[in-house]
């Protein structure tokens, strides 16, 4: 039955399911041989009861897209790049319709029309940089079902939500003299379920919850990013149980110039994370996400300090532990008021 396909180049995939005594095959948009296909499956001693054909319908994909000295030769460069990501049918660009910004780049549109594969914004913002351009995804506007800004603000709500926990753990821990077993314990669970929640919710396009793997998410800074604040909270987790349960100790002065490093880089991730676009209808919402960003880094950042002071020279004194527990609440509350 293979050999008789093969006679078929349109055929592009051949699965068979034995169980179900059913053959799946995908073929191009044009091939319409169905009756020559039956007759030489019958001749190989097989049967076609039914055909139950489904088209792939192209989806269209839009993106704004940015480039200094724009001419002819650079947009067809741009369509021949695009057109050879797997599963592009065609791009579309206007050649008309553009204008200059303040940064001096020319910023116009193209309409992707492909079909919807794990990688292929990835791939498509990469053929375009190597085309000289900057692509800027942007058919969330043009799709009602999608809720990435819902998602995005539940993610840092929830962040938000444990990190107020934090804080008020912190808070009976240092108030209370002999504080109960929930509350000594009670950070380990914080971070860890922060920790499996940002895993499985983070970054939906990679494994598990989409349908790139999890390792193509290192192509993508912000996924990665992301991955690195996780390991953090899960070291952050694993040292606090062992402390508490085995007694382990780390020396002071590791402690707390370990702590600094660690608040300094996040806190540094945080004041670099700001977002750019080159759709003048997105300025107010990017200014907004930034100036969060920067909000949150503050509080990272003074977090880090007041903790730094406190533990190698008891400063301020009496109050100087509840400084950088204030400054994680705060941070908590921008996280549940973030908007995007």
């Not at 950042?301 to 533990?311: N, Q």
């Amino acid at each position: 039955m293979r050999s008789k396909l093969k006679q078929f180049p349109e055929i592009t995939q051949v699965e068979f399911n034995l169980k179900k005594s059913k053959v799946y095959l995908q073929a191009v948009p044009e091939f319409e041989q169905y009756v020559a296909l039956e007759h030489a499956l019958e001749d190989s001693g097989g049967a076609i009861h039914m055909f139950h054909p489904r088209y792939l319908v192209p989806r269209a994909f839009y993106a704004t897209l940015g480039i200094r000295d724009r001419d002819p030769d650079k947009l067809d460069r741009l369509r021949q790049k695009l057109g050879a990501v797997p599963g592009v049918r065609t791009a579309v660009i206007d050649p008309d319709r553009w204008f200059t910004n303040e940064k001096g780049l020319d910023v116009g549109g193209v309409v992707v029309f492909a079909e919807r594969t794990p990688l292929l914004e990835i791939q498509m913002t990469e053929a375009a940089r190597q085309a000289g351009f900057i692509f800027e995804p942007k058919d969330h506007e043009h799709d009602p079902a999608d809720d990435s800004k819902e998602w995005s603000e539940t993610n840092h709500g929830f962040a938000g939500l444990c990190l107020l926990f934090l804080g008020a753990i912190g808070m009976l821990n240092v108030g209370l003299a002999r504080p109960p077993s929930f509350v000594k314990y009670g950070s380990v669970f914080i971070w860890l379920a922060l920790f499996v929640f940002l895993f499985i919710r983070a970054d939906r396009p990679y494994w598990p919850l989409g349908r790139a793997s999890w390792w193509d998410g290192f192509r993508e800074w912000d996924a990665t990013g992301h991955r690195i604040g996780m390991l953090v909270m899960l070291l952050i987790a694993l040292g606090d149980f062992t402390r508490l349960r085995k007694g382990w100790k780390i020396p002071p002065a590791i402690g707390r110039w370990g702590l600094l490093a660690v608040g300094l880089a996040g806190s540094a991730m945080l004041f670099t994370h700001l977002h750019t676009t080159l759709d003048p209808a997105h300025y107010p919402m990017v200014r907004r996400m930034n100036s969060q960003h920067l909000a949150m880094a503050t509080c990272a950042l003074g977090f880090t300090l007041s903790k730094f002071s406190w533990d190698t020279w008891q400063w301020p004194k009496k109050w100087g532990q509840y400084v950088w527990l204030s400054c994680l609440l705060v941070l908590g509350i921008i996280l549940n008021m973030y908007v995007e």
